[in-house]
């Protein structure tokens, strides 16, 4: 939904105002949204709610008769929507009453009429089934602001009440369908404007409600978000005794000696305020197997602040720690992770230089290492090792050996293996090959490379990294690189070379004999002079058509036949000219056809034609 339509201002207002914000900007914006559309019944009604939920004074300018029109026009007792009445009552109230509606108790009770048998808001008189608790949700909020009470106003807040989770009976769970937990705060509203008896509800009821507002959709729109925060609160401030709460650390990484802080906190983050009695630590683990006894069964102290207990750590050393806590009778096993940090020390650090990867079969020296002291080559095979010993109540989960060279800046790091130790020493051990990594680690940069150690866990209150000094490696200069002819294959894989490709030999097929140029070229000058002759000869003739029928099908025939035998001759000229063989042959052979058998039609007709001109036939 746009944040700018009447409806989201409305309840935008009504959302800023939940949440304590200043909702005195909307009486602008109301204003103008009025004055702008006087003939637009959701723009007056919303409009008027939003300037009435912003403490603000209604001025309509010119508009006033207008917006009062309006109103009166979408009030249709019998034919008309729920949506629409409801949007001319609560303009009506926000107008101080009695404006457009002469008697607020009969627009009232015309309204409740919409509300079917089982608590939902049909949209229309018209229909008999169905509707929605988003409707009774309106109908709610229309009680609390007329205070209008009557027989069927009460069944309507009964109604509502069997509509909140955990209300049905026989159900199983409790959860009752079509429930809508939205609905807590307008009723609790509604009931109190009325001066019924208030909600009684019991923790159970409350974790339902608690869970459906929780997993709740459709709270990106002003509406939705209003619905389910005002129900949180009604929720954590009118039941605070059936409101769950949630039990976080106040402090989840602490230090070795420090204590245990516990927040018991609502469901809006605030410190929780009820009779929901002490916190209890039911059990320390470390992972899934040991536990630390001297915590279980410690209560928790309360502190100055409301919802904060504070309790001891004895026992608990450096680690990850899993604490399950008790709150009274609210929530039992809850299980929250407790860090302990402490500090780590590094001794007996030694650097190795060996021709195997055994740390005591070559030359050691202890760390600091002085410069220029230390050397190896890669080329005789040597290998680098650091061994050191990290003194912890806790083996750290992370230490490396870094090499970083002084020219460059680039480094390479190596994971140290843990090789042993007691319960507050800890052996480590990480060995470099310098003949594997020559190319892919190092580079072949030879020169003067800086050692250090790097320690740390989550245990640690600070990584540790510690300098060894410098030493002198020397690798084999980068062999010289020999690419390829052709970077990229130019077809196939293998179409790499280091030299030119052998030049490729191919025997084409040998052209076949053609007779001398000459003897075409004379045969179709003769042929050229003959019809150059026939055509100057022709005109001194004449040509003699006594021979064609004067008229009849024999003509048309014999026609069509002379027809055909001129396409023939201008189809064999244009394969002369420019035609394919192929492509006259599939010219001829429809064509061929077509003139015999118009060709032998004609002579027919011509013969019958005339045998019935001669005399005696």
């Known amino acids: 939904m746009a944040s700018n339509t009447p409806e989201a201002i409305y309840f935008g207002t009504k959302l800023s105002k939940a949440l304590g914000g ?62 629409s009445k409801w949007l001319v009552l609560m303009a009506d109230s926000a107008l101080g009453g ?98 019924e008896e208030g909600l009684s509800m019991t923790s ?58 516990v927040d018991v906190r609502t469901l809006l983050g605030k410190p929780a305020e009820g009779t929901y009695g002490n916190v209890e630590v039911e059990k320390v683990g470390v992972g899934a197997a040991q536990e630390v006894e001297s915590m279980a069964g410690q209560v928790l102290k309360t502190s100055g602040r409301s919802g904060t207990f504070e309790g001891t750590t004895a026992g608990l050393e450096m680690g990850l720690y899993d604490v399950v806590l008790k709150v009274g009778e609210k929530l039992e096993g809850v299980k929250r992770s407790l860090v302990v940090q402490g500090e780590a020390k590094l001794t007996n650090v030694e650097v190795g230089v060996s021709p195997t990867r055994a740390h005591s079969d070559g030359r050691i020296y202890p760390a600091p290492l002085r410069a220029g002291e230390v050397k190896a080559s890669s080329v005789e095979g040597e290998y680098i090792s650091a061994s050191f010993t990290v003194e912890s109540t806790m083996a750290p989960q992370q230490a490396f050996l870094k090499l970083t060279h002084l020219d460059t800046g680039s480094e390479a790091i190596y994971a140290a293996k843990r090789g042993g130790g007691t319960a507050d020493a800890w052996a480590f051990i990480a060995v470099v090959s310098l003949v594997d990594d020559v190319e892919f680690v190092f580079g072949h940069r030879s020169g003067e490379y800086q050692l250090s150690l790097l320690v740390g866990d989550v245990s640690l209150e600070m990584p540790s990294e510690q300098d060894l000094g410098t030493m002198s490696l020397a690798f084999p200069p980068k062999p010289k690189a020999h690419y390829a002819l052709y970077r990229k294959p130019l077809q196939w894989d293998s179409d790499t070379a280091l030299a030119p ?27 050229a002079l003959a019809l150059a002759m026939f055509l100057i000869y022709l005109p001194r003739v004449g040509a003699n058509l006594d021979g064609l029928p004067s008229a009849g099908a024999a003509l048309v025939w014999n026609v069509a036949w002379v027809g055909c035998l001129c396409a023939v001759i201008l189809l064999f000229t ?43 036939n």
């Open 98 to 195: 009695g404006k457009v509606l002469e008697n607020m108790d009969a627009a009232m009770k015309n309204l409740n009429k919409h509300r079917s048998e089982d608590g939902f808001v049909r949209a229309s008189l018209e229909e008999k089934m169905g509707g929605s608790t988003d409707g009774t949700f309106l109908l709610l909020e229309a009680v609390a602001a007329t205070k209008v009470t009557s027989k069927g106003i009460k069944k309507t807040l009964d109604k509502a009440t069997q509509l909140l989770p955990g209300a049905g009976e026989g159900v199983e769970g409790g959860a009752d369908p079509g429930a809508d937990a939205t609905l807590l705060p307008v009723l609790v509203k509604a009931l109190a404007a009325l001066g």
């Open 204 to 261: 159970e009821q409350g974790g339902l409600i608690a869970k459906q507002l929780l997993k709740m959709k459709g709270t990106g729109s002003a509406k939705g978000a209003y619905k389910v925060l005002t129900a949180l609160q009604t929720l954590v401030g009118s039941f605070a005794d059936a409101a769950p709460v949630a039990v976080v650390l106040s402090m989840p990484v602490i230090k070795v000696g420090d204590g245990l802080k």
């Open 22 to 83: 200043n909702v005195s900007g909307v009486c602008a914006t109301a204003s103008e949204m009025i004055v702008g559309a006087p003939g637009d019944l959701a723009a007056v009604g919303y409009g008027l709610g939003a300037l009435r939920e912003g403490g603000c004074e209604v001025s309509l300018d010119g508009a006033a008769s207008q917006v009062t029109a309006t109103l009166k026009a979408g009030w249709k007792a019998e034919d008309g929507l729920f949506e």
């Open 501 to 527: 490709l052998p030049e490729i030999y191919h025997q084409f097929r040998r052209p076949e004999k053609r007779p001398n140029p000459v003897l075409p070229a004379a045969f179709t000058t003769l042929i």
């Open 574 to 616: 244009a394969y002369w000219v420019h035609l394919k063989g192929m492509t006259t042959l599939k010219l001829l052979l429809p064509l061929g056809l077509t003139t015999v058998l118009v060709g032998h039609r004609a002579f027919v007709s011509k013969n019958l034609a005339f045998s019935s001109a001669t005399p005696g």
